[in-house]
């Protein structure tokens, strides 16, 4: 409370617990003597703003009402409307739920802690879920959102490829916005802008402590966005064939009907000895991918069966022969494993790994910068087009 940010905190706590008393969160009942009390055991709290709970958990949680906002309330989950109103839990993902007649027309929302798609056969459907969905829970429209930025000059890239980007050992500078503006970076790439992921993942490791030239690094983004606002994910036909292309260290991306539907840009954890065991690290975690992908859409009653196996392109031919190959002689058990996961994979007709060019490797971006010509390219591959 004596923070100089106290009325930000006093109007988040205030949207927060009105949202937890519309929405019928939680069931106010007396603390019982848990495990957690009877060892004196440190509990600490973590937030999601006006999220529902959406599962339910083997255990049961107590939580203390802040001081000033202590009311009653009973639990009335997202979960339990649109199940009782027709839908069904898609089994991979459990935020997909669907409700299709026997004629194949139908709705699917998915949910993403508290905003959502809908997709319907018909702008019908969609109507129908939505009036549905606005009668149950308190629906909000968040509208365009600006950063001071739509006056900027656009570049043709969005990141600097001669940046070297360090540790700021000054203060900081403007740290709260600068993680309101990483963060809404993330929201785009995650949602629409795989070709910004590498340098907001970049971006990223800074929030704690960013410096001046961080900031640079950030307008140099909303500057790229600014020259390709009319880009959108265009996807061709009715294909059903899924492919990835990946590249070493920590970059994967999924097509389907020549857009993408997946992507990641991230550094490793697992400790590797060699480029070619990391390059089998990234492998391993596009496979992952690649089944739960397969999972999901099998869930789909529009999707045709049988799924066909999904073509994984990857940019080093030692770990395609790897990836082949019957033994594993490698000296790190969890590399074993892995490689033991990868065959089976391929055995089963879940995917299979096919060699691409580096030039030609549409996951090239998301493990470093690129210059302006190479970035259309490769944004054109991944479906994103002027519309």
């Given at each position: 409370?004596a923070?100089?940010d106290?009325?930000f905190?006093?109007?988040?706590i205030?949207?927060e617990?009105?949202s937890i008393?519309?929405n019928?969160t939680w069931v106010l009942a007396?603390?019982?003597p848990t495990?957690?009390?009877?060892h004196?055991?440190?509990?600490?709290q973590?937030d999601v703003k006006?999220a529902?709970?959406?599962?339910?958990?083997d255990?049961?949680i107590?939580?203390k009402q802040p001081?000033?906002?202590v009311?009653?309330?009973?639990e009335?989950?997202?979960d339990?409307v649109?199940?009782?109103?027709?839908?069904?839990?898609?089994q991979a993902?459990?935020?997909?739920y669907?409700?299709?007649?026997t004629?194949?027309?139908?709705v699917?929302?998915?949910?993403?802690?508290?905003?959502m798609?809908?997709?319907?056969?018909?702008l019908?459907?969609?109507?129908?879920?939505?009036k549905?969905?606005?009668?149950s829970?308190?629906m909000k429209?968040?509208?365009?959102?600006e950063?001071n930025?739509?006056n900027?000059?656009?570049?043709?890239s969005p990141?600097?490829?001669?940046?070297?980007?360090?540790p700021n050992k000054?203060s900081?500078v403007?740290?709260l916005?600068?993680s309101?503006?990483i963060g809404?970076l993330?929201?785009?790439m995650?949602?629409t802008?795989p070709?910004?992921?590498?340098a907001?993942?970049r971006l990223?490791r800074?929030?704690s402590?960013?410096?001046?030239?961080?900031?640079?690094?950030?307008s140099r983004?909303?500057?790229?966005?600014?020259?390709?606002?009319?880009y959108?994910l265009?996807?061709?036909g009715?294909?059903?064939?899924?492919?990835?292309d990946?590249?070493?260290?920590s970059g994967q991306v999924?097509?389907?009907?020549?857009?993408?539907?997946?992507?990641a840009?991230?550094?490793?954890?697992?400790?590797t000895n060699s480029?070619m065991?990391?390059e089998?690290v990234?492998?391993?975690?596009?496979g992952?991918?690649?089944e739960?992908l397969?999972n999901?859409?099998?869930?789909?009653?529009?999707?045709?069966k049988?799924?066909?196996?999904?073509s994984?392109?990857?940019?080093?031919?030692?770990?395609?022969a790897?990836a082949?190959?019957?033994?594993?002689n490698?000296k790190s058990?969890?590399?074993?494993?892995?490689?033991?996961?990868?065959?089976?994979l391929i055995?089963?007709?879940?995917i299979s790994v096919e060699?691409v060019?580096?030039?030609?490797n549409l996951?090239?971006?998301?493990?470093?910068?690129?210059?302006?010509?190479l970035?259309h390219k490769v944004?054109?591959?991944?479906?994103?087009?002027?519309s």
């Amino acid at each position: 409370m004596a923070s100089k940010d106290v009325h930000f905190w006093k109007e988040a706590i205030h949207d927060e617990i009105d949202s937890i008393m519309h929405n019928n969160t939680w069931v106010l009942a007396d603390l019982p003597p848990t495990f957690a009390a009877i060892h004196n055991l440190v509990i600490h709290q973590m937030d999601v703003k006006t999220a529902f709970l959406n599962g339910d958990l083997d255990e049961e949680i107590y939580m203390k009402q802040p001081k000033g906002f202590v009311m009653p309330g009973n639990e009335h989950k997202f979960d339990d409307v649109v199940l009782s109103n027709g839908f069904a839990l898609n089994q991979a993902d459990k935020c997909v739920y669907r409700k299709f007649d026997t004629s194949g027309k139908g709705v699917m929302i998915c949910l993403y802690v508290d905003d959502m798609l809908i997709f319907g056969t018909d702008l019908e459907e969609v109507d129908k879920t939505k009036k549905f969905l606005s009668y149950s829970f308190d629906m909000k429209d968040m509208g365009k959102a600006e950063f001071n930025f739509e006056n900027c000059s656009p570049i043709s890239s969005p990141i600097d490829t001669s940046l070297k980007l360090l540790p700021n050992k000054g203060s900081p500078v403007s740290q709260l916005e600068y993680s309101r503006d990483i963060g809404c970076l993330m929201y785009a790439m995650i949602s629409t802008r795989p070709d910004i992921a590498y340098a907001v993942g970049r971006l990223s490791r800074y929030t704690s402590n960013p410096s001046s030239h961080d900031w640079q690094a950030v307008s140099r983004v909303f500057k790229y966005l600014k020259g390709t606002m009319n880009y959108g994910l265009t996807y061709s036909g009715y294909p059903s064939v899924l492919e990835d292309d990946h590249s070493s260290t920590s970059g994967q991306v999924f097509l389907l009907g020549r857009g993408a539907i997946s992507w990641a840009s991230k550094k490793q954890t697992c400790i590797t000895n060699s480029t070619m065991d990391s390059e089998f690290v990234a492998l391993y975690a596009a496979g992952k991918e690649a089944e739960w992908l397969r999972n999901l859409i099998y869930e789909i009653p529009l999707w045709p069966k049988p799924i066909s196996t999904i073509s994984i392109r990857c940019d080093s031919a030692v770990t395609l022969a790897k990836a082949y190959s019957q033994v594993y002689n490698g000296k790190s058990r969890h590399l074993g494993v892995r490689h033991r996961m990868i065959r089976e994979l391929i055995m089963t007709g879940v995917i299979s790994v096919e060699f691409v060019r580096t030039q030609l490797n549409l996951a090239d971006h998301l493990t470093k910068g690129l210059a302006r010509n190479l970035v259309h390219k490769v944004a054109i591959g991944m479906g994103l087009k002027s519309s």
